[in-house]
């Protein structure tokens, strides 16, 4: 990662880290990967592309799930105070992992900050609620921490993605 790197360039880095992770973990794992692709994501100039409700589909084990992936170079957590909340989130964004678990299934926001050795793994549904309501903060019992190593990373995703409940253990909302 070049240290002239903007805060954007990195989240394009970050995702693109967990949408090889992912991949890969398809070869050995029940997972199916979708990107959902808009006029940023995709390097399209103006609004061709739609906004997303989020940056991933997967179906694993049955369920499926959102996943919203968020970098910051100014919060050292999503859950940090109620501006890193809402600056980094978009109404349609919480709307989809609102809509998602209506439907049955299932909402991830993956958050990483710039330097940091750890990602957050943030109950999809929880972030949706806070977000809709006026000052109201994240809950640190709702998310899991794991390194950032790809493979620690990529062995906590598979545990979330196919035994959810096991890893938000303790969640409330699972």
């Given at each position: 990662m070049a240290?002239?790197?903007s805060?954007q360039?990195?989240?394009?880095?970050?995702?693109?880290?967990?949408?090889s992770?992912?991949?890969?973990?398809q070869?050995?794992?029940p997972l199916?990967?979708?990107?959902?692709?808009?006029?940023?994501?995709?390097?399209?100039?103006?609004?061709k592309?739609p906004?997303?409700?989020?940056?991933?589909i997967?179906?694993?084990?049955?369920?499926?799930w959102?996943?919203?992936?968020?970098?910051?170079?100014?919060?050292?957590s999503?859950?940090e105070?109620?501006?890193?909340l809402t600056s980094l989130?978009?109404?349609v964004q919480?709307?989809?992992?609102?809509?998602?678990?209506?439907?049955?299934?299932?909402?991830?926001v993956?958050f990483?900050?710039?330097?940091?050795?750890k990602?957050?793994?943030?109950?999809g549904?929880?972030?949706?609620?806070c977000?809709?309501?006026?000052?109201?903060?994240?809950d640190f019992?709702?998310?899991?921490?794991?390194?950032?190593?790809?493979?620690?990373?990529?062995?906590a995703?598979?545990?979330?993605?196919?035994?959810?409940?096991?890893?938000?253990?303790?969640?409330t909302?699972c």
């Amino acid at each position: 990662m070049a240290k002239d790197q903007s805060a954007q360039q990195y989240g394009h880095e970050f995702q693109g880290r967990i949408q090889s992770l992912i991949s890969k973990a398809q070869a050995k794992h029940p997972l199916r990967l979708i990107r959902l692709y808009d006029s940023r994501s995709a390097g399209v100039s103006g609004n061709k592309l739609p906004e997303q409700d989020g940056d991933f589909i997967v179906q694993a084990a049955g369920t499926g799930w959102l996943i919203e992936v968020k970098t910051s170079s100014t919060y050292s957590s999503l859950g940090e105070n109620r501006s890193s909340l809402t600056s980094l989130m978009k109404d349609v964004q919480a709307a989809g992992q609102r809509l998602c678990h209506r439907a049955g299934a299932r909402g991830l926001v993956m958050f990483h900050a710039k330097g940091s050795s750890k990602v957050e793994c943030w109950n999809g549904l929880h972030v949706a609620e806070c977000y809709v309501k006026p000052r109201e903060n994240l809950d640190f019992s709702e998310v899991v921490e794991v390194p950032a190593t790809d493979q620690q990373l990529s062995a906590a995703l598979v545990r979330c993605l196919v035994d959810p409940d096991q890893f938000f253990k303790g969640s409330t909302l699972c």
